[in-house]
T-cell receptor
Framework: DTEVTQTPKHLVMGMTNKKSLKCEQH?????MYWYKQKAKKPPELMFV???????INESVPSRFSPECPNSSLLNLHLHALQPEDSALYLC????????????FGEGSRLTVL | AQSVTQLGSHVSVSEGALVLLRCNYS??????LFWYVQYPNQGLQLLLK??????LVKGINGFEAEFKKSETSFHLTKPSAHMSDAAEYFC????????????FGTGTRLQVFP
């Protein structure tokens, strides 16, 4: 099973809403990532969890709140977002970060109205 | 700090023609280099990687890349393009000082014409 599953695939929310994106992997990987990708751009790293602890926060605004309940799950809580936050949010996981072999989910496409 | 530069945001080839996507890196230490592919409305998938050892690396779907230290390059090639190769390709380098991070290039969109 070499799959990273993200839900929902599409999400539309208003600027006052609170919503969450979910990511799940069952490959026993020890690190999980959130990336943000705007159209025609490369993915931008947001957060990294290593052994369920936040190891990297790339100065992401506090309206994005990550959570890692256990080694298989990663959530991204969204609150008071702006229209410019509309993007594809990608989750990834890896066992061996120094070899860079990230396994990506298909992403959650977020639209903020 | 490590970085990668992809020359050409768009590359168009005919089906059956050679595919060449260019990537140059900047690194003060031996780099770990990667190529990822992204098909429309999907996540990224690892095509191939160079860490140590043989400088010619073979990946999935018939792609290969050669690490050339003298040219600081890691170009991606495929002898014969297929329509299904149309996608966005990203070169990436592992941050030596924080190996949890991958540094992506700006991407190259490959179009394949019949």
């Amino acid at each position: 099973d070499t799959e990273v599953t993200q839900t929902p695939k599409h999400l539309v929310m208003g600027m006052t809403n609170k919503k969450s994106l979910k990511c799940e992997q069952h490959m026993g990987h020890r690190a999980m990532y959130w990336y943000k990708q705007k159209a025609k751009k490369p993915p931008e790293l947001m957060f990294v969890y290593s052994y369920e602890k936040l190891s990297i926060n790339e100065s992401v605004p506090s309206r994005f709140s990550p959570e890692c309940p256990n080694s298989s799950l990663l959530n991204l809580h969204l609150h008071a977002l702006q229209p410019e936050d509309s993007a594809l949010y990608l989750c990834a996981s890896t066992q061996r970060t120094w070899q860079g072999e990230l396994f990506f989910g298909e992403g959650s496409r977020l639209t903020v109205l | 700090a490590q970085s990668v530069t992809q020359l050409g945001s768009h590359v168009s080839v005919s089906e059956g023609a050679l595919v060449l996507l260019r990537c140059n890196y900047s690194s003060s230490v031996p780099p770990y280099l990667f190529w990822y592919v992204q098909y429309p409305n999907q996540g990224l998938q690892l095509l191939l990687k160079y860490t140590t050892g043989a400088t010619l690396v073979k990946g999935i779907n018939g792609f290969e890349a050669e690490f050339k230290k003298s040219e600081t390059s890691f170009h991606l090639t495929k002898p014969s393009a297929h329509m299904s190769d149309a996608a966005e390709y990203f070169c990436a380098v592992s941050d030596h000082y924080n190996t949890d991070k991958l540094i992506f290039g700006t991407g190259t969109r490959l179009q394949v014409f019949p």
